[in-house]
């Protein structure tokens, strides 16, 4: 069974100029995270969504949340970011699927699933 948990964060960024002439001006976004965890079903329950949602927010939103994300990527996207966070839990949720990465609400990159 997949599982799948929001998660959000406030951050900045600039970004160059092949991302758009808006991007290279310092701006933010409230990203939306979507980790889906994909395993088995045992006495009705798929994951320990306590464990999820610790490991989300100390590997991933304590450090980028209210940030200036160019202080941490050399190009802060949306793709960069969904690589980083994946590799982020990779380790602790092995059982991880995939990332989606909102950057609005029209616009996102989705990492794994395959
Ligand atoms: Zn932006």
Known sequence: MKFTRRF???ASHTLP???GVKETRMHGHT????ITINCPV????A??????KKTVQEEVIDKLDHNHLNDYFEV?????IAVWIWNQLKEKLQDI???KL???ENHWVTYGGE
């Open 8 to 10: 959000k964060f406030d």
């Open 17 to 19: 100029q092949e991302f």
């Open 31 to 34: 990203y939306k995270i979507e």
């Open 42 to 45: 045992i006495n009705g329950r």
């Open 47 to 52: 994951i320990d969504l306590d464990k999820l």
């Open 76 to 80: 802060p996207s949306a793709e960069n």
């Open 97 to 99: 699927y995939e990332v």
């Open 102 to 104: 909102y950057e609005t």
